[in-house]
């Protein structure tokens, strides 16, 4: 079993930044892929990022490349969520996703979540 407890996530202004940590308990996070989402209200869960599990692979969706970056220290078994030059349209609830072996941004992919924290981006 693994726990994902998402943190970092607040109110900002627009072109401010935030970090977000996404730490897990009960397993090891070393052999997995992981990822973040979001959920903005009303709309379905999306992809941001994924990191694999050599943390040498990243993908981004079009809509944070360039302003969000994706790492993972294993030996914390936690990943983080730089972003950077926020916008409004990045307000949603944040979730961190443990993925398998292949780096991915299909949802079904990903395992376990966890709660998510609020991210919400003033203009």
């Known amino acids: 079993q693994v726990q994902l407890v998402e943190s970092g996530g607040g109110l900002v202004q627009a072109g401010g930044s935030l970090r977000l940590s996404c730490a897990a308990s009960?397993?090891?996070?070393?052999?997995?892929?992981m990822g973040w989402f979001r959920q903005a209200p009303g709309k379905e869960r999306e992809f941001v990022a994924a990191?694999?599990?050599?943390?040498?692979?990243?993908n981004y969706a079009d809509s944070v490349k360039g302003r969000f970056t994706i790492s993972r220290d294993n030996a914390k078994n936690t990943m983080y969520l730089q972003m950077n030059s926020l916008k409004p349209e990045d307000t949603a609830v944040y979730y961190c996703?443990?993925?398998?072996?292949?780096?991915?941004?299909?949802?079904?992919?990903?395992?376990?979540w966890g709660q998510g924290t609020q991210v919400t981006v003033s203009s």
């Open positions: 990191l694999s599990w050599s943390g040498t692979s990243t």
């Open positions: 009960g397993r090891t996070l070393r052999s997995y892929t």
């Open positions: 996703a443990r993925g398998g072996y292949y780096i991915s941004s299909e949802i079904r992919r990903y395992d376990y």
